[in-house]
T-cell receptor, first 115, second 110 residues
């Protein structure tokens, strides 16, 4: 499968624990996005990488959230000291090149439940 | 004002009906527009890009009105398989982030 891959698919964690999600974009896609989606809402932008550079970060991303893309390939999203409000689907998307009209491809997401 | 606004629906239509969805966006400098489709508990997938002159793909027609900052999607001859959430997406200029609307849910019944 050469699509966007996200791991794990599901994560249940206790409040206060740290979690880390991984995203493997489509090979050679230099743009990578993280989004969060809750029930009944559209995906909300969290952060954007072009190669290894994190170019934009949403105000939604509190200090407890950090994302990296160390070699410009896979990316990780870490949430520290999880809260119940962090429960959501976390989606990763990748996009080739620098053009505005290119399609963004999404992974199947990581569903986080904080109990 | 939200960056991208859509009527959340749901739109309940019978098979064969024509249905239209609307979307407005706030940033007049946006250059690229898309409609994505999302099935229940699945990831969004591109349905079609929206071009200035309007474009059609089979039963689907997308229109853009830059003056009113308005995008539309028309679905003709609805099928049961069209039941999904339709997300309006606008590319923000500068860093090119994709901004999604909340989605419009469509239910097509027999």
């Amino acid at each position: 499968d050469t699509g966007v891959s996200q791991n794990p698919r599901h994560k249940i964690t206790k409040r206060g624990q740290n979690v880390t999600f991984r995203c493997d974009p489509i090979s050679e896609h230099n743009r990578l996005y993280w989004y969060r989606q809750t029930l009944g809402q559209g995906p909300e932008f969290l952060t954007y990488f072009q190669n290894e550079a994190q170019l934009e970060k949403s105000r939604l991303l509190s200090d407890r959230f950090s994302a990296e893309r160390p070699k410009g390939s896979f990316s990780t999203l870490e949430i520290q000291r999880t809260e119940q409000g962090d429960s959501a689907m976390y989606l990763c998307a990748s996009q080739p090149g620098t053009g505005e009209r290119t399609e963004a491809f999404f992974g199947q997401g990581t569903r986080l439940t904080v109990v | 004002r939200k960056e991208v606004e859509q009527d959340p629906g749901p739109f309940n239509v019978p098979e064969g009906a024509t249905v239209a969805f609307n979307c407005t966006y706030s940033n007049s400098a946006s250059q690229s527009f898309f409609w994505y489709r999302q099935d229940c508990r699945k990831e969004p997938k591109l349905l079609m890009s929206v071009y200035s002159s309007g474009n059609e793909d089979g039963r689907f027609t997308a229109q853009l009105n830059r003056a009113s900052q308005y995008i539309s999607l028309l679905i003709r001859d609805s099928k049961l398989s069209d039941s999904a959430t339709y997300l309006c997406v606008v590319n923000y200029p500068g860093f090119q982030k994709l901004v999604f609307g909340t989605g419009t849910r469509l239910l097509v019944s027999p």
